[in-house]
Structures are given as structure tokens and as C-alpha cells.
């Protein structure tokens, strides 16, 4: 009984020590076991289970199962396995420790029971991902590893202080749902939204990601942000704001993503855009729209993952990303661009791949319960994502011009790790009650019906037809190596621009204020130096030359009393004479 | 698709080297499209979205949206584009001087050639 009650990210934990003392073949058996072994225990974990135990007058429950948060442990153990595949050639101790931890911070948030529980898994997330994009040992991406980490510790201090007013106004700590309503609640959000990269607070997203390692990018695209869409779908369902911050996520980051030129920054932004769909569906809240939320984000996992490693395949060989300096990579990396097409087509919801038979769950919700516009700007969102990471990734990396790159197919455990992600998302979309079985809710919902099949269909072709178009009329904005400001600007240029001068200017008056202040204690210290023990006036003098001042002094003494005596004699012999007169008149009367 | 390290001259010929290939695929789209809008006539579509009335409303939508994301896109370069060393020159400690306006496409690959190697190359091997 004890073992199904075994935290799921214990063997995580277990597994990056046991990697952390070991070398070649064997560290690569821990590294692919462990998800596998972790993986099979979860299996055998029945929805329900909890470990708990008193901390502080407070009921910590470690584990807590049931089956939204059995879902998102399926996934994370089927994308832990997949990122350490694909990483299995990497010979370096960090990544592949940070991974592991990475991977097991990440299912033990989704079994918190208790918010002081997921706090911890929250931190233990950015420490441990951090490393995965420091791991590329470039300047670059140490300084937006730098911001990376400020920004998601900072998400996990608001989740603090949103956590200690919780507490206080709930007298409990338990994990269920919040709802928006008091200040405590909107501290919660706020926390889950830099971690779910809510428009404003995105940038993190688009500015760290395409800086890790080939590898990195891949395990870092799986878990921080289906973590926060968890987190969002437990405590916040059915919150109206999420379905305007949704839609606002989905469509804003395709233009942006139309003009990138780093590829990896491209999957970053549509990646965003992906999130938006499943934030309108928590927003929307309806069994049918939170089982889109959740079945797009087990879906996108896949896909997009697929997507960042065809990307980190092409990057590991050719040493290069962006769509300026990529293209004709088809002739040399045949399979790679296959399995980058089939990653494409997902995102894109064609029929019989996986986006299809998850977002149309999102957008049927909206339709059904009266969100018309969100579901027009949904539309549009999915016609720009097939235009931005459908055609665009693969075309600019693998057909376009060619770059007269020539390269070969990258390792076998690259390709083998985009395989089986690629024949997931196909198996996914050919046969979605695998998928949906694991769904918190019973819907009983279909995606392959004629009018759904034949609407998406013609959706996607004629935007592609478009991009055909605008290419052939040369109106398609080529790919120009750049660098396109976003909110980054603000924290990266705007703040450093205005708080330079002003620290400059600050540092200048508190210059000249302790100068002023300096030079009056400089006074104060000059006086007091001469009464002091060893200043001029408090001096300790020989008694010797004391004895010749004092007979000095005497001796001037001496002087003027005889300067003095004789005035007195002069003045005294003057009145004696008078006072001698006196009598001799008298007797002369 | 073996042995392509050899000479550019000798290289063999891929599939898209042919123009004539990549005119099959986009007749392939049209013909595609085309069939797409004649289902319409063939297959009832559900109406849950008074817009949905419309003959051909997603093919439209679909290509006019796609149209307005590129072209608003490209306006947004207009005033978002930036050098590719934007941040880099302020906040790299070890920043090379940046390089001139790279006219010919050979100095260009070169200087990318060398930037790979200074900062944006993979780690692992």
C-alpha cells in the first residue's frame, strides 16, 4: 500500500543523484529508466490516493491524485522520456541532472495537494530549468538566464504572499478551486500568469527559450508553462477574464511570429499563441471547454516538443537558427524535415493529427456558450498558426533558398525521440479516445464529424493558398536577420536608458551632499584634535621645562614688581613729601 | 540521399531543384482548394455562427485572414525592426565592433560564419 502513496517525483529526485555519480552507459540507462520506471509506478497510483501529513497546524498533503492532475503526470513521464532521448548524446553532467530534476519539479507540482507544496515545486522549477539555459555557455544566454530566473522567482514570491493571505482569510492551505475575488486570489493568478506567460508578462518566454541548449529548449517547452496551465485549471475555471487574456494570447504572438527570424524564438511565440487556447477554454470553464484546455495543452506537449526538436536537431548540425541563414536543409536532412512536417501539421489541427481533435473542444465551447467574437478570433488565430509555424518553420529551415548548407541527419537518438513524439500525434489524432478516456470529464464529444472535417480543412488550405499568394506576388516579408522589440524592451532598454541618467544624476548629489558633510566633520575633527589626549594643547610637557617656564615667569614677575616698586617709591616720596608739608604748615601757624 | 559531401557541381539533383516539381505541388494546392469549395455544394455544413451563412466562409475567412496577419506584420517591422545586435551592443561586456553594412552575400555568410562561432553555437557534441 505504501507504494502507490510514493510521491511521483521521488524517483525523479532519486534518479538525478544516482546520474549525478555516474558516467557514460550506465548514467544513460538511469537517465531513460528512470521516467520509464516512475511512469509504470504511476500507473498503478489509482485517482484518490493522498499522503499527507501536519506541518504547523496546517494539513500538507505531498501527493494528492486524482485525474486532472493524473493527465498532466501521464504527459510529463511520456515527455520526460522523450526530452531525455533526444538528449541522450549530450555529454554534460549539468543538463542532464538539471533535466531530471527539472522533469520530477514538474510532476510534483501537478500532485500538490496543498498550495505551500506547490510553492515549493514552483521555485524548485525555475532554480532547476535555469541551468538549461545556461548550460549553452554563451554570454547571450547567461544574461537571459539571468532574466529568466528574476522573473520566475519573482512569479513564486507573489505566489507566497498570495499564499500567507490565503491562509490567513481560509484558515487553510489546501490546493481546490480559488476563484477571483479577493486580494489574496488575485496575488494567486497573478503568480500562475507569469508562469502561464499572460500577454504583458510573456516575454520570458519568447527571451529565454530560444536561448538554451538544442536540448534544453525542448525540456524547458514542456513543462513551466502546462505547470501554470494546471495550476489555472484547478484554481480558476470558469473565470470570464481568462477567456479575453486567452484570446489576446492567441492572436497577438502570430504576428510577431510571422516576422522572427530565429526559428526556436518563432516556436516560442506560437507557443504562446497555443497557451491562449487553452486559457479561453479554463475561462469558458464548461466540462467540454476545460477538457479541450487540458487535452490541447497533453497535445500540445507533443507537438510542440516535436517542433523544438526538429529545430534543435537542425541548430545541433548546422550550428545555425535563424530563417535568414537556413533553407534546402531537405536535401541533406530528409527524415528530420519529415518528422518536423508531421510536428507541423498538429499544430496546425489538420484531420487525423492531434491539435485537431483538442482545439476543436475549445472552439466548439466557445461557440456553444456564447463567446462568438472570441470564437472569430480563435478562427483567425488558428488560420495564422498554420501560416507561422506550419508553413514557415519547415519552409524557411528545410525548402525556401538554398543555403548551400549540406549537413547529414543528427544522431540516431534525435531521430528516434522525434519519432516516437511524431507517431504519437498522429496516434493521437487517428484514434482521440486514447486521449480522451484520461480526460477529467465525460463529454462524449466527437471531432470527426463532416462539417468540422471539411470547414478545418478549407480553413487551412486557403491560408495556405494565401501564403502561396502572397509569396508568388512578393509581398511575403522576407526573413531579415533582426531582432523585433517586444515588452523586453521596456525592462532591457527603456529602464537601463531612464535609470542610468537617474542613478548617475543621484550618485552626483550624493556626491556633493557627503562632500559638504565631510568637510563639516572634517572641521569639527580638527578642533577636537587639538583638545585631544595627544593634540597641541593637551600635550604631556617634561617637569623640567615646566621649572624653566614657571622661573621664567617668575622672573618677569620679578621685573615688572621692580618696574612697579620703583613707581611706587616715586609716587610714595611725592605724597611723603606732602605729608611731611602738612605738619610743618601746620606749625608755621 | 548518401553521399552529398562532394563538389557543388557534381551534386545530384534534389526534388525541388526541378522547377518543375514545385509547380506540381502549388497545381496540387489549387486543384486541392478548388475541389474543397465544390464540397460545399455536396456536404451540409452546420451553422452555429450567423457568419457561417456566408458560401465559402471559411476559405475566405481564411485566406483574408492570413493576408491581414502577414501584411499588418510586415507594417509592424516598421517601427519594431532592429538591428540584430540591438541588446547585444549594450549589454555583451566582450561585444565585437559591429560589422559594416554587409553589402555582398559572401561577406555576410562570413560574418555570420564567425558570430555562430563567437556566440551562438551549441555546447554539446
Known sequence: MWMAELPAFVPFFIGA?????????????VLLLTPVLSGLHLLT???????????????????????????????????AFICMLFALHVKDTLQQVSGLLYAGSAVGAVFA??????????????????????????????????????IQVLSGVILLAGIIFYAHVHQSIDFE???????ASWLIFIAFGIKCAFPMLHNWVTDAYPE????????LSAFTTKVAVYALARAYPGTELLVYIGVIMACFPIFFAVIENDLRRVLAYSMINQIGFMVVGIGIGTALAVNGAVSHAFNDILFKGLLFMSMGAVLHMTGKIDGSRLGGLYKTMPKTAILCMVGAASISAFPLFSGFVSKSMVMSAALNNGYGWAWLLLLFSAAGVFHHAGIKIPYFAFFAHDSGIRTTEPPKNMLFAMTIA???????????????????????????DATHVLTQTQLLFFSALAFVWLNLKKMYPPELPSVNLDIDWFYRRLFPAILTPFFNMFWAIDRAVRGVFMRGVNGVLGIISRHEPDGILSRTQLSGSMVIWVSMLLAVFLLLTLIELKQSFLFLGIHLQSLLDIPSQLWCR | MANHESNNNSEKKYLFDNPKNVKRILYGLYVCCAVLVLL?????????????????????????????????????RTFLMRDEDYYDKLEKKQHPAPAKSESTADADSESNQAEQKQGGNHVDG
Request: charged letters at 15%; aromatic letters at 18%.
Open chain 2, 40 to 76: 460545399e455544394f455536396v456536404i451540409h455544413r452546420h451553422i452555429y455562427h450567423s457568419w457561417e451563412d456566408l458560401f465559402a466562409f471559411y476559405p475566405i475567412y481564411g485566406f483574408i485572414g492570413c493576408v491581414l496577419l502577414v501584411l499588418v506584420a510586415k507594417w509592424m
Open chain 1, 177 to 183: 478551486f480559488i476563484g477571483l475575488n479577493d486580494t
Open chain 1, 422 to 448: 511524431a507517431v504519437l500525434c498522429i496516434a493521437i489524432g487517428v484514434y482521440p479516445q486514447a486521449l480522451y478516456s484520461l480526460l477529467p470529464f465525460d463529454t462524449g464529444y466527437n471531432p470527426y
Open chain 1, 45 to 79: 497510483v489509482p485517482a484518490g490516493t493522498i499522503l499527507s501529513f501536519n506541518f504547523l497546524n496546517f494539513q500538507l498533503e505531498v501527493f494528492e491524485v486524482d485525474k486532472l492532475s493524473l493527465l498532466f503526470g501521464y504527459i510529463f513521464h511520456i515527455a
Open chain 1, 212 to 219: 538554451a541548449t538544442p536540448t534544453g529548449t525542448v525540456f
Open chain 1, 17 to 29: 543523484l544516482i546520474a549525478l555519480v555516474t558516467k557514460g552507459k550506465l548514467r544513460q540507462a
Open chain 1, 113 to 150: 495537494g496543498d498550495l505551500l507544496t506547490l510553492f515549493v515545486f514552483w521555485e524548485l522549477l525555475a532554480v532547476t530549468s535555469v541551468f538549461l539555459i545556461w548550460a549553452r555557455r554563451t554570454e547571450r544566454a547567461y544574461l537571459a538566464g539571468l532574466r529568466y530566473l528574476i
